[in-house]
Each structure stands twice: as structure tokens, then as C-alpha cells.
């Protein structure tokens, strides 16, 4: 399969701790077509992500306020990559299943 490369901007969610990017709406339709068939829980997708030097395996979350995937970036990558809310990172973004 093929990966997605994309800028994003790096969001804190309200109340809490998590961050996260928001998928292009045009990365998010294609892979919502070619994942149709095998959603995980809470309509997740397995995926391989890397922002700048850090590789990790995680899984993106269907957002129905933003019509599209987010993808959450937990602080070791954070901080391996000296990235904090309001940051834009390159993206490269890879299905598994």
C-alpha cells in the first residue's frame, strides 16, 4: 500500500493531555474507501506513522466534528522531535490492514 504525505498541524484536545494531527479531508476519504471492510474498534485503522526521525505503529480515530481521521501523537514522539501544540510536521502516514 502506499503512504500519505502531508503537513499537519499539531492540536491539544480540550481538557486534557492528547494531541493530535487532523488527516486532509482527501487523505481521510481515500482511506475511509479502502478501509471500509476492516475498521477496528470505534472505526479505527491500524497505521505506520513517521514525523520527522521517529517511526511508530498507532491507529487513527474517525472524527465526526472535523469529517475526517486524527491521528494521535504521544509525547515520547513529542519530544523526540521537540514538537508542541501549534507546530506543523511532515506526516507520513502508512495503512497496515
Given at each position: 500500500?502506499?503512504?500519505?504525505v502531508?503537513?499537519?498541524?499539531?492540536?491539544?484536545h480540550?481538557?486534557?493531555?492528547?494531541?493530535?494531527?487532523?488527516?486532509?479531508?482527501?487523505?481521510?476519504?481515500?482511506?475511509?474507501?479502502?478501509?471500509?471492510?476492516t475498521?477496528?474498534?470505534?472505526?479505527?485503522?491500524?497505521?505506520?506513522?513517521?514525523?520527522?526521525?521517529?517511526?511508530?505503529?498507532?491507529?487513527?480515530?474517525?472524527?465526526?466534528?472535523?469529517?475526517?481521521?486524527?491521528?494521535?501523537?504521544?509525547?515520547?514522539?513529542?519530544?523526540?522531535?521537540?514538537?508542541?501544540?501549534?507546530?506543523?510536521?511532515?506526516?507520513?502516514?502508512?495503512?497496515?490492514?
Amino acid at each position: 500500500m502506499s503512504a500519505y504525505v502531508f503537513d499537519a498541524t499539531l492540536w491539544i484536545h480540550s481538557g486534557g493531555s492528547w494531541h493530535f494531527v487532523t488527516l486532509p479531508f482527501d487523505v481521510a476519504d481515500e482511506i475511509d474507501e479502502l478501509t471500509c471492510e476492516t475498521k477496528r474498534g470505534f472505526g479505527s485503522s491500524r497505521v505506520k506513522v513517521t514525523i520527522g526521525s521517529t517511526t511508530w505503529s498507532t491507529s487513527i480515530f474517525p472524527d465526526t466534528k472535523a469529517e475526517s481521521y486524527v491521528l494521535p501523537v504521544k509525547q515520547p514522539v513529542r519530544k523526540a522531535e521537540q514538537l508542541a501544540a501549534g507546530a506543523t510536521c511532515r506526516v507520513t502516514l502508512q495503512l497496515v490492514d
